[in-house]
């Protein structure tokens, strides 16, 4: 192909594809087979994944079964407890942070600017990056339930309702946060860091959310205590864990309880989140920083 022909092709004011549907798709199946390529890097997850349940079952030896009962779910076993717990936080900050880590990966590459600039939109690359994160976390998160279940025979309830129920309520986690890792997304496009913050949000929210502790052991320090349930997470896990611990299902009053929160959480943090994302990626158009690191 000749210059002038390369020249006329970039100069062509293509039209955008009329189905968002595609770009959707595009997105998360370029990511998706990115993930796949790295063969190693899952079997090590993996292995990792086994690793850490076995060493809570060990932590468990040292737990008293009678302190577990604090939580207010009846008579479960601490393995139980913390392998909901463990399950639903690697989760939840594996799909938060996969679109701040995308970004980042993105701008060190020097390829943000070519997809900013593409027939691409960038909601539809949140989307499909997000729909990516989805997917691989859900892959860990199975990970874990299948072995507390299958290796280490911890007593969860899983039915079709329990199981219907408890992917509601996942999902609705998620979009609870979706907002979150959207404007961590859009602050890492600014100022092209924002590790460290995800990462001292994620711990705080692990330890207030009782990820591996009775939320009783917390009245003691009623700042905390606050803190505690005024994170979505923590009304997302509590419905986890009347889910699988007790069978609870959507409709039941405590777990439709928690389910409404997070709805509320759900159209408070996106709807801010993306202007966040918004503005972040009009200042680095208006700056000229889209391609620097």
């Not at 850490?52 to 393995?79: C, N, P």
């Not at 924002?194 to 917390?218: C, H, I, R, W």
């Not at 709805?263 to 709807?271: C, E, K, N, Q």
Request: glycine share 8%; proline share 3%; aromatic share 12%.
């Amino acid at each position: 192909m000749k210059v002038e022909e390369l020249i006329k092709l970039f100069k062509d004011d293509k039209p955008r594809l009329s189905s968002e549907v595609i770009h959707v798709w595009a997105v998360f199946w370029a990511n998706f087979k990115i993930f796949l390529s790295y063969r190693t890097w899952v079997i090590m997850e993996t292995i990792s994944t086994v690793a850490s349940i076995a060493m809570y079952s060990f932590m468990g030896l040292q737990v008293d079964a009678t302190r577990v009962v604090l939580a207010g779910y009846g008579e479960v076993d601490w393995l139980s407890f913390a392998l909901v717990g463990v399950a639903t936080a690697n989760y939840l900050w594996m799909c938060v942070s996969r679109l701040s880590h995308s970004l980042q990966h993105e701008i060190r590459e020097g390829t943000l600017e070519p997809i900013i600039t593409s027939l691409i939109s960038m909601r539809s690359y949140i989307i499909g990056q997000s729909i990516r994160g989805f997917l691989v976390s859900g892959y860990f998160m199975l990970g874990v339930i299948v072995v507390g279940i299958g290796v280490l025979r911890t007593p969860l309830i899983i039915n079709l309702e329990t199981i219907l129920s408890f992917i509601a309520v996942i999902l609705l986690m998620v979009l609870s946060y979706a907002g979150i890792g959207i404007m961590a997304a859009g602050l890492i496009l600014v100022y092209k860091k924002g590790d460290p913050l995800t990462f001292l949000f994620a711990s705080v929210t692990e330890f207030l959310g009782g990820v591996l502790f009775p939320l009783k052991y917390l009245e003691n320090f009623p700042i905390l205590y606050v803190m505690a349930w005024l994170m979505p997470y923590t009304y997302a896990l509590d419905a986890a864990r009347r889910i699988l611990l007790n069978g609870a299902t959507l409709l039941s009053p405590n777990v439709l309880l928690n389910v409404t929160v997070l709805i509320v959480y759900t159209v408070i943090f996106i709807p801010l989140g993306l202007k966040v994302f918004k503005w972040g990626i009009n200042r680095i158009r208006h700056e000229g920083t889209v391609a620097t690191y």
